[in-house]
């Protein structure tokens, strides 16, 4: 099993290019979430996906969406980065509700200038 | 406002002693608390899982303690090793409402052991 993989795991964008981090998970998992993580400031939850076709937003969604067409990948995009979202994104996958352990991925850099 | 703190500045003990990481919390009523460990340049790595009624709870050299009146949750490492070098995250789970198990990090606090 590879867990929890991501694409890319670094990525330079100018302000206003889109682009889009894949994530996927062979574990067959209900869950999926997507984190950005900042110094300081600790993993905030961005959006998160309850089963394939399902998205929802969390803590700080704004200027990012996602798209949850396949059980096993989750996706997100970047419409018009800025470089607030210069940040390190994480993916994660869980079985249960409310109590199971999330599984993550290695990670996307991603620096915006 | 809901708040998890986790000590910011570094731990450094050294090996064989044992680590002791807070988690403090305020206005959250967890149902759970996680703790996770994250390696420079990696995602964070599942450790232990208390729930609200539990007290305390073990896995090897690892225990883990969870005071709903201090809203607390202490992280223990016993005969700590270099290896055990790494930042550690607490979560907060808070419910279980059946829907995705959102959790709510800390900043976590780096540990260093020295030999």
């Known amino acids: 099993n590879a867990g929890v993989t991501q694409t890319p795991k670094f990525r330079v964008l100018k302000t206003g290019q889109s682009m889009t981090l894949l994530c996927a998970q062979d574990?067959?998992?209900?869950?999926m979430y997507w984190y950005r993580q900042d110094p300081g400031m600790g993993l905030r939850l961005i959006h998160y996906?309850?089963?394939?076709?399902?998205?929802a937003k969390g803590e700080v969604p704004d200027g990012y969406n996602v798209s949850r067409l396949k059980k096993q990948n989750f996706l997100l995009g970047l419409e018009s980065a800025a470089p607030s979202q210069t940040s390190v994104y994480f993916c994660?996958?869980?079985?249960?509700?409310?109590?199971?352990?999330?599984?993550f991925g290695p990670g996307t850099r991603l620096t915006v200038t | 406002s809901q708040k998890i703190e986790q000590n910011s500045e570094a731990l450094n003990i050294q090996e064989g002693k044992t680590a002791t990481l807070t988690c403090n919390y305020t206005?959250?009523?967890?149902?759970?608390l996680q703790w996770y460990r994250q390696d420079p340049g990696r995602g964070p790595v599942f450790l232990l899982l208390?729930?609200?009624?539990?007290k305390e709870k073990r896995k090897e050299r690892l225990k883990v303690t969870f005071d709903t009146t201090l809203k607390q949750s202490l992280f223990h490492i016993t005969a700590s090793q270099p290896a055990d070098s790494a930042t550690y995250l607490c979560?907060?789970?808070?419910?279980?409402?059946?829907?995705?198990?959102?959790?709510?990090f800390g900043t976590g606090t780096r540990l260093q052991v020295t030999l």
């Open positions: 979560a907060l789970v808070l419910g279980n409402t059946g829907t995705a198990s959102k959790l709510t």
């Open positions: 206005n959250y009523s967890p149902a759970y």
């Open positions: 208390i729930r609200e009624n539990e």
């Open positions: 996906s309850v089963g394939e076709g399902t998205t």
């Open positions: 994660a996958s869980s079985s249960l509700a409310g109590s199971d352990e999330q599984y």
């Open positions: 574990m067959n998992h209900e869950y």
